[in-house]
């Protein structure tokens, strides 16, 4: 369910018949000024009456994020290899997430969704929210299957 009764930000065009809105949403979180987080525009990402191909398309917000500085790949893998502790992250890898640290679904070999940190619930558990399957406040994993790969991306300050 989404938190604004399904309503998109009018500032921005509305992706989701046109291949998904979450990277469009996501790029809205970090960058817009006034409502997001305000990272600057810069290079292959910005926005000016519509998207930037790194601004709406998942693979290319990841390769921007990461050779950008932007974000910092926390780590990649299946779900248990996300969750579950393990000698380089004890606590497990999800406990390194932040609100507004991203998180990128991967089937077979291409990035297909992303989702925003949003907050933690009351056992501790990741929960994210995103557009185009619209979803506000839910478990980090949104139900994604045993071949997925998420990437666990850190959005530096």
């Known amino acids: 369910m989404s938190g604004n ?6 500032k ?3 992706y ?3 291949g998904g809105d979450c990277t469009n949403f996501t790029s809205q979180v970090l ?3 006034l409502e997001g987080g305000g990272l600057p525009m810069h290079g292959s990402w910005f926005y000016k009456k519509g998207g930037s191909v790194a601004w709406i398309r ?4 990841y390769q921007f994020l990461i050779h950008s500085g932007y974000g910092k790949l926390i780590t990649r893998g299946t779900y248990e290899e996300v969750a579950k502790p393990n ?15 991203l998180i990128a679904y991967e089937l077979e070999g291409n990035i297909d969704h992303f989702s925003i940190v949003t907050a933690r619930d009351d056992q501790g558990y990741v929960l994210v929210n995103s557009h185009t399957a619209d979803r506000y ?3 980090w994993d949104l139900g994604w299957d045993k071949k997925t790969k998420f990437y666990l991306i850190h959005i530096r300050d």
């Open 87 to 101: 000698k380089k992250f004890p606590q497990g890898a999800l406990s390194h997430l932040q609100p507004g640290d």
């Open 58 to 61: 998942t693979d290319s917000l």
């Open 5 to 10: 009764k399904h309503r998109y930000n009018p």
């Open 137 to 139: 406040h839910v478990p």
């Open 31 to 33: 960058g817009d000024r």
């Open 12 to 14: 921005y065009v509305d």
């Open 16 to 18: 989701t018949y046109e």
